[in-house]
C-alpha cells in the first residue's frame, strides 16, 4: 500500500509499544511484591493475588492481600513519622514532593508502559494524559507545601491519613490524594486497588530512591477486607475514599461518630447536554472523549447524552459514523483509541446491564469492529432512544455504554440532567453563552464543562455533589482537606439540659395567660400547630412552669422540609440576602430587652450576662451580613484558553439541632452563616429553652426573611435528628449534642451522603468568635462548584 492509498483509506499500521523495560523490572523482581512499609517491601511469601493483563488475560504478577497485622503495622510507622514529617518546613516538604516530580518526569514512559499493562487502557492515553497530570500534581502540592505556613499560617496537619484509591487511574489517583496529604504534613497509609497494584509500587521504590523519611508513605494490598481495616482503625485521622456509592455509604457508616475527617469521591451519571446551536463535530469528539475514554471506566463519564429534539438526527447519525472508527485492541499499540475493560469481573457486569436493558426493550447500537480472540473487549455503544427511567439511564455503567435522550427546552435538560441521585459532572455544548451559562448554573453537579469535556488540572477543585460525594481534590480547596484549624483545648463532653417531653395534659399549668402564649412551630413564614396536635412544658432553672412548646414529630419536619424546598430562590442574590440579615439585626436590636429577659427566666444567667448574649447575636448577625456578598470563589490557574471558575453555592436544604448552652446565640451562630451563603433551614432550638424562638418569629417576619428561608420546629433534639437524617430532601445537617447523637445523625446520613458537621460531642464557647463563627462556618456552608469556559485565543 503507497502513500496515497493510506491517506485514502486512513488505515493504521500497527504501532506496538515496547515492554521491554517494565517486563525486566518485573522479572527482576521475581513477579511477587509485598507491602510497602516503614521505608521498605515486606516479604513476599504470602502473595497471593494475581495481577492479570486485562488485555491477553497474562498474569503479570502476585501481591500479598493485608489483614489485621499488616495494616496496623503500617499505621504504626505512619504515626511514628508523623511528628518529625509535621514539623519539617514547607520548604523541606517542598523539596521531597519536587524530587518525586522530577523522578516520574525522567521515568514518564516506564510509568505509562506498566500503567496501560496493569489496567488495559490505551498507551496514547497513559502517556498523555495519565501520567503528565500524575507529575503536575506533584509540582503543585510541592508549590503548596511551601507556602504552607503563611497560605494556612493558622492551620496544621490532621495526622495519619487512610486513602483508598480504585483502579481506573490507579497512579493518577494515588498522586491526587498522597501529593496534598504530604504537602499537609501529614503521612499515609494508602491502599490500591487488587487489580491494579503495580504502579504504586514503582512509586514506591521511587520514594526509597529520594529518600523520602521512613513511614511517610505506607502502601498495603488487598481488597475490600484490607480497606475495612483502614477504615475503622482508630489511629487514623482521615479517610479519603474514590470509588463506588454504595461502598462510600458504608464508610460513612463505618466512620460515624470516630472523629474522622472524611473525603468521597464517588460514582457518577453525568450528563452530556447538546443544544440545537452547538458544534455538533465538536460535540461528537466530546463524546469520544468523555465516554469511550478510557473505555468509559471514568467516574465522571457524560454517559447522558440530552440532543435537542431538532438535531438529534443529524447528531446521532454523525455519532455512529465517529463511532465506527474508534479502534479498538491492544492498548500498546499506539494507533489503539480504547483498550480492554480491566477484568473478567467488570465486563460481565457491563454486559449483565446490558442485556438487561435489551430485556426492558432498549435497542443498543455498538460499533461493528473486530474484537481481539483474548483479553476483555467491549465495543462502544449507545441507546438511541433510553427513558430516563430505565436501569441503563440511572446506574452508572463504568463502561464505553452512552444513553440517549432527547429534550424540548433548557428547562427539560435542566430537569432530565437533574433526574439522577449523582452529581459529579456535567457537559455542556452550545455556540449560545447564554443558554450555556444558563444551563452550567441550574445543573447540579461539582464539575461543569463548557464545549469540553473530562478537562482535569491539579489547580482546579474536583468533586461531586449529592451521591457523587463531597470533599474536593485539587487546588487550595483540596490542600485545605487535609488540615484543620488549630484550636484550643476540646471543650468538656455535652450535657444536654433535663427536659421532660412528655406531652402536656390539659390540667399542666395553672396560669391562664399559658393559654394565649402557647407557642407553635414556625413553618414557610407562618405559625403552624404541630400535627400531633401536642405540647410539651418548658420550665425555668428552678422547675417552675414557662411556657408550652410544640412537640413536633415527622409530619412537621416534613412540612418544614417541603417549605423549604419552595424557597429556592433565596439563593439568588447575595446582597438581598446581606439586607435582609441586617434586618434581622435592626429587629433583635429593638426587642432587645425582651430577649435579655427571656434569656434570664430561662436559663437563670444574670441580667448582664442576658444583655451580652443579645448584643453578641446582633454583632454576629452584622458579621455575617458583611460576609453574604463577600464569600468569592476563584478563577485558578490551569489550562491555556480557559477560564476555571470555582464558585462557592449553597449546599440546599440544612437541618440543624440548636445547642442547649446560650440558645439565642448559639441558635443564630448556626443559622446565620446557612442562610447568608444561600441555604435553606429547618432548625430545631434547644428544647430546654425552646421559648427563646418565639420572639424569632416576629424578628423574621418584620425583616423581609421570605417564608421558608428559616423552619423552627420544636421538640426532642435526637428525635427530630433522625426525622432530618433519614430525610432524602435534606443535604445536610449541623448538629450539635451528645457524642451519641452526634454519631447517630452521621450514620444516618449515609443515606442521601448528606454532608454532616456535628461537634463531636464537645461543648463549645459560643461567645468566643474565635471558635464560634469565622471561615469554617462560611466554608461548610457552602459547597464548590468548578466551570470550565472557554477563554481567549
Same mark, same amino acid.
Given at each position: 500500500?503507497?502513500?496515497?492509498?493510506?491517506?485514502?483509506?486512513?488505515?493504521?499500521?500497527?504501532?506496538?509499544?515496547?515492554?521491554?523495560?517494565?517486563?525486566?523490572?518485573?522479572?527482576?523482581?521475581?513477579?511477587?511484591?509485598?507491602?510497602?512499609?516503614?521505608?521498605?517491601?515486606?516479604?513476599?511469601?504470602?502473595?497471593?493475588?494475581?495481577? #492479570?493483563?486485562?488485555?491477553?488475560?497474562?498474569?503479570?504478577?502476585?501481591?500479598?492481600?493485608?489483614?489485621?497485622?499488616?495494616?496496623?503495622?503500617?499505621? &504504626?510507622?505512619?504515626?511514628?513519622?508523623?511528628?518529625?514529617?509535621?514539623?519539617?518546613?514547607?520548604?523541606?516538604?517542598?523539596?521531597?514532593?519536587?524530587?518525586?516530580?522530577?523522578?516520574?518526569?525522567?521515568?514518564?514512559?516506564?510509568?505509562?508502559?506498566?500503567?496501560?499493562?496493569?489496567?488495559?487502557?490505551?498507551?496514547?492515553?497513559?502517556?498523555?494524559?495519565?501520567?503528565?497530570?500524575?507529575?503536575?500534581?506533584?509540582?503543585?502540592?510541592?508549590?503548596?507545601?511551601?507556602?504552607?505556613?503563611?497560605?494556612?499560617?493558622?492551620?496544621?496537619?490532621?495526622?495519619?491519613?487512610?486513602?483508598?484509591?480504585?483502579?481506573?487511574?490507579?497512579?493518577?489517583?494515588?498522586?491526587?490524594?498522597?501529593?496534598?496529604?504530604?504537602?499537609?504534613?501529614?503521612?499515609?497509609?494508602?491502599?490500591?486497588?487488587?487489580?491494579?497494584?503495580?504502579?504504586?509500587?514503582?512509586?514506591?521504590?521511587?520514594?526509597?530512591?529520594?529518600?523520602?523519611?521512613?513511614?511517610?508513605?505506607?502502601?498495603?494490598?488487598?481488597?475490600?477486607?484490607?480497606?475495612?481495616?483502614?477504615?475503622?482503625?482508630?489511629?487514623?485521622?482521615?479517610?479519603?475514599?474514590?470509588?463506588?456509592?454504595?461502598?462510600?455509604?458504608?464508610?460513612?457508616?463505618?466512620?460515624?461518630?470516630?472523629?474522622?475527617?472524611?473525603?468521597?469521591?464517588?460514582?457518577?451519571?453525568?450528563?452530556?447536554?447538546?443544544?440545537?446551536?452547538?458544534?455538533?463535530?465538536?460535540?461528537? #469528539?466530546?463524546?469520544?472523549?468523555?465516554?469511550?475514554?478510557?473505555?468509559?471506566?471514568?467516574?465522571?463519564?457524560?454517559?447522558?447524552?440530552?440532543?435537542?429534539?431538532?438535531?438529534?438526527?443529524?447528531?446521532?447519525?454523525?455519532?455512529?459514523?465517529?463511532?465506527?472508527?474508534?479502534?479498538?485492541?491492544?492498548?500498546?499499540?499506539?494507533?489503539?483509541?480504547?483498550?480492554?475493560?480491566?477484568?473478567?469481573?467488570?465486563?460481565?457486569?457491563?454486559?449483565?446491564?446490558?442485556?438487561?436493558?435489551?430485556?426492558?426493550?432498549?435497542?443498543?447500537?455498538?460499533?461493528?469492529?473486530?474484537?481481539?480472540?483474548?483479553?476483555?473487549?467491549?465495543?462502544?455503544?449507545?441507546?438511541?432512544?433510553?427513558?430516563?427511567?430505565?436501569?441503563?439511564?440511572?446506574?452508572?455503567?463504568?463502561?464505553?455504554?452512552?444513553?440517549?435522550?432527547?429534550?424540548?427546552?433548557?428547562?427539560?435538560?435542566?430537569?432530565?440532567?437533574?433526574?439522577?441521585?449523582?452529581?459529579?459532572?456535567?457537559?455542556?455544548?452550545?455556540?449560545?453563552?447564554?443558554?450555556?451559562?444558563?444551563? &452550567?448554573?441550574?445543573?447540579?453537579?461539582?464539575?461543569?464543562?463548557?464545549?469540553?469535556?473530562?478537562?482535569?488540572?491539579?489547580?482546579?477543585?474536583?468533586?461531586?455533589?449529592?451521591?457523587?460525594?463531597?470533599?474536593?481534590?485539587?487546588?487550595?480547596?483540596?490542600?485545605?482537606?487535609?488540615?484543620?484549624?488549630?484550636?484550643?483545648?476540646?471543650?468538656?463532653?455535652?450535657?444536654?439540659?433535663?427536659?421532660?417531653?412528655?406531652?402536656?395534659? &390539659?390540667?399542666?399549668?395553672?396560669?391562664?395567660?399559658?393559654?394565649?402564649?402557647?407557642?407553635?412551630?414556625?413553618?414557610?413564614?407562618?405559625?403552624?400547630?404541630?400535627?400531633?396536635?401536642?405540647?410539651?412544658?418548658?420550665?425555668?432553672?428552678?422547675?417552675?412552669?414557662?411556657?408550652?412548646?410544640?412537640?413536633?414529630?415527622?409530619?412537621?419536619?416534613?412540612?418544614?422540609?417541603?417549605?423549604?424546598?419552595?424557597?429556592?430562590?433565596?439563593?439568588?442574590?447575595?446582597?438581598?440576602?446581606?439586607?435582609?440579615?441586617?434586618?434581622?439585626?435592626?429587629?433583635?436590636?429593638?426587642?432587645?430587652?425582651?430577649?435579655?429577659?427571656?434569656?434570664?427566666?430561662?436559663?437563670?444567667?444574670?441580667?448582664?450576662?442576658? #444583655?451580652? #448574649?443579645?448584643?453578641?447575636?446582633?454583632?454576629?448577625?452584622?458579621?455575617?451580613?458583611?460576609?453574604?456578598?463577600?464569600?468569592?470563589?476563584?478563577?485558578?490557574?490551569?489550562?491555556?484558553?480557559?477560564?476555571?471558575?470555582?464558585?462557592?453555592?449553597?449546599?440546599?436544604?440544612?437541618?440543624?439541632?440548636?445547642?442547649?448552652?446560650?440558645?439565642?446565640?448559639?441558635?443564630?451562630?448556626?443559622?446565620?452563616?446557612?442562610?447568608?451563603?444561600?441555604?435553606?433551614?429547618?432548625?430545631?432550638?434547644?428544647?430546654?429553652?425552646?421559648?427563646?424562638?418565639?420572639?424569632?418569629?416576629?424578628?423574621?417576619?418584620?425583616?423581609?426573611?421570605?417564608?421558608?428561608?428559616?423552619?423552627?420546629?420544636?421538640?426532642?433534639?435526637?428525635?427530630?435528628?433522625?426525622?432530618?437524617?433519614?430525610?432524602?430532601?435534606?443535604?445536610?445537617?449541623?448538629?450539635?449534642?451528645?457524642?451519641?447523637?452526634?454519631?447517630?445523625?452521621?450514620?444516618?446520613?449515609?443515606?442521601?451522603?448528606?454532608?454532616?458537621?456535628?461537634?463531636?460531642?464537645?461543648?463549645?464557647?459560643?461567645?468566643?468568635?474565635?471558635?464560634?463563627?469565622?471561615?469554617?462556618?462560611?466554608?461548610? &456552608?457552602?459547597?464548590?462548584?468548578?466551570?470550565?469556559?472557554?477563554?481567549?485565543?
Amino acid at each position: 500500500m503507497n502513500i496515497k492509498d493510506i491517506m485514502q483509506t486512513m488505515d493504521y499500521g500497527p504501532a506496538p509499544e515496547a515492554t521491554t523495560d517494565v517486563v525486566a523490572w518485573l522479572e527482576a523482581r521475581g513477579r511477587s511484591f509485598g507491602h510497602f512499609i516503614n521505608g521498605s517491601f515486606t516479604d513476599a511469601k504470602k502473595a497471593d493475588i494475581a495481577v #492479570e493483563n486485562p488485555a491477553n488475560g497474562e498474569v503479570l504478577a502476585h501481591i500479598p492481600a493485608a489483614g489485621e497485622d499488616e495494616v496496623n503495622a503500617a499505621v &504504626a510507622a505512619a504515626a511514628k513519622a508523623f511528628p518529625a514529617w509535621s514539623k519539617l518546613s514547607g520548604f523541606e516538604r517542598s523539596r521531597y514532593l519536587y524530587a518525586i516530580a522530577r523522578q516520574l518526569q525522567k521515568r514518564e514512559r516506564f510509568f505509562s508502559v506498566l500503567e496501560s499493562l496493569d489496567n488495559g487502557k490505551a498507551i496514547r492515553e497513559s502517556r498523555t494524559a495519565d501520567i503528565p497530570l500524575v507529575i503536575r500534581h506533584f509540582y503543585h502540592h510541592a508549590g503548596w507545601a511551601a507556602a504552607s505556613e503563611t497560605e494556612f499560617a493558622d492551620h496544621e496537619a490532621l495526622g495519619v491519613c487512610g486513602q483508598i484509591i480504585p483502579w481506573n487511574f490507579p497512579l493518577l489517583m494515588l498522586a491526587w490524594k498522597i501529593a496534598p496529604a504530604l504537602a499537609a504534613g501529614n503521612t499515609v497509609v494508602l491502599k490500591p486497588a487488587d487489580l491494579t497494584p503495580l504502579t504504586a509500587i514503582a512509586f514506591a521504590e521511587l520514594l526509597v530512591e529520594i529518600g523520602l523519611p521512613k513511614g511517610v508513605v505506607n502502601i498495603v494490598h488487598g481488597g475490600a477486607e484490607t480497606g475495612s481495616l483502614i477504615v475503622r482503625h482508630p489511629d487514623i485521622a482521615k479517610i479519603a475514599f474514590t470509588g463506588s456509592t454504595a461502598v462510600g455509604r458504608e464508610i460513612r457508616r463505618a466512620t460515624a461518630g470516630s472523629g474522622k475527617k472524611l473525603s468521597l469521591e464517588l460514582g457518577g451519571k453525568s450528563p452530556f447536554i447538546i443544544c440545537a446551536d452547538a458544534d455538533l463535530d465538536a460535540a461528537v #469528539e466530546g463524546v469520544v472523549d468523555g465516554v469511550w475514554f478510557n473505555q468509559g471506566e471514568v467516574c465522571c463519564a457524560g454517559s447522558r447524552l440530552l440532543v435537542q429534539e431538532g438535531i438529534a438526527d443529524r447528531f446521532l447519525a454523525k455519532l455512529r459514523e465517529r463511532m465506527s472508527h474508534i479502534r479498538v485492541g491492544d492498548p500498546l499499540d499506539k494507533t489503539t483509541d480504547m483498550g480492554a475493560i480491566v477484568s473478567a469481573g467488570q465486563k460481565a457486569r457491563i454486559e449483565g446491564l446490558l442485556q438487561g436493558a435489551s430485556a426492558e426493550g432498549y435497542q443498543l447500537e455498538q460499533a461493528a469492529c473486530q474484537l481481539p480472540e483474548k483479553g476483555h473487549y467491549i465495543a462502544p455503544g449507545f441507546f438511541a432512544e433510553a427513558d430516563p427511567a430505565a436501569t441503563v439511564s440511572q446506574v452508572e455503567i463504568f463502561g464505553p455504554i452512552a444513553v440517549t435522550t432527547t429534550f424540548r427546552t433548557v428547562d427539560e435538560a435542566v430537569e432530565l440532567a437533574n433526574n439522577t441521585a449523582y452529581g459529579l459532572s456535567a457537559s455542556i455544548w452550545s455556540e449560545n453563552i447564554n443558554a450555556a451559562t444558563e444551563l &452550567a448554573a441550574r445543573v447540579k453537579a461539582g464539575v461543569v464543562w463548557v464545549n469540553a469535556t473530562n478537562m482535569f488540572d491539579a489547580n482546579a477543585p474536583f468533586g461531586g455533589m449529592k451521591e457523587s460525594g463531597y470533599g474536593r481534590e485539587g487546588a487550595r480547596e483540596g490542600m485545605g482537606g487535609y488540615l484543620k484549624r488549630k484550636a484550643a483545648k476540646p471543650g468538656k463532653p455535652v450535657k444536654p439540659s433535663e427536659t421532660d417531653f412528655t406531652a402536656a395534659t &390539659a390540667t399542666d399549668g395553672s396560669s391562664a395567660d399559658l393559654v394565649d402564649r402557647t407557642m407553635k412551630n414556625y413553618v414557610g413564614g407562618k405559625q403552624a400547630r404541630p400535627d400531633g396536635g401536642a405540647s410539651y412544658i418548658v420550665r425555668g432553672p428552678k422547675g417552675d412552669v414557662l411556657g408550652l412548646a410544640p412537640l413536633s414529630n415527622r409530619k412537621d419536619v416534613r412540612n418544614a422540609v417541603e417549605a423549604a424546598l419552595k424557597a429556592s430562590s433565596w439563593a439568588a442574590n447575595p446582597h438581598g440576602r446581606a439586607q435582609v440579615i441586617y434586618f434581622i439585626a435592626e429587629n433583635i436590636s429593638a426587642r432587645a430587652d425582651e430577649l435579655s429577659a427571656q434569656l434570664q427566666t430561662l436559663t437563670g444567667v444574670s441580667k448582664s450576662q442576658a #444583655e451580652r #448574649e443579645v448584643r453578641q447575636t446582633i454583632e454576629r448577625c452584622f458579621y455575617y451580613a458583611g460576609l453574604a456578598d463577600k464569600d468569592d470563589g476563584a478563577i485558578h490557574a490551569t489550562k491555556p484558553r480557559h477560564l476555571t471558575l470555582s464558585l462557592k453555592e449553597p449546599v440546599g436544604v440544612m437541618g440543624l439541632l440548636a445547642p442547649d448552652e446560650a440558645p439565642l446565640l448559639g441558635l443564630m451562630s448556626m443559622i446565620l452563616p446557612l442562610i447568608a451563603t444561600g441555604n435553606r433551614v429547618v432548625a430545631v432550638p434547644s428544647g430546654a429553652h425552646a421559648l427563646i424562638a418565639q420572639p424569632l418569629f416576629q424578628v423574621f417576619d418584620t425583616s423581609d426573611l421570605p417564608g421558608g428561608v428559616v423552619n423552627l420546629v420544636t421538640g426532642e433534639r435526637d428525635v427530630l435528628a433522625k426525622t432530618l437524617g433519614e430525610h432524602a430532601a435534606v443535604d445536610g445537617i449541623w448538629y450539635y449534642g451528645t457524642a451519641e447523637g452526634a454519631a447517630a445523625v452521621e450514620t444516618m446520613s449515609a443515606g442521601n451522603l448528606k454532608q454532616v458537621w456535628t461537634n463531636g460531642g464537645r461543648l463549645i464557647d459560643w461567645s468566643d468568635d474565635a471558635a464560634a463563627r469565622g471561615r469554617d462556618f462560611m466554608d461548610r &456552608a457552602t459547597q464548590v462548584k468548578t466551570i470550565w469556559v472557554p477563554y481567549g485565543a
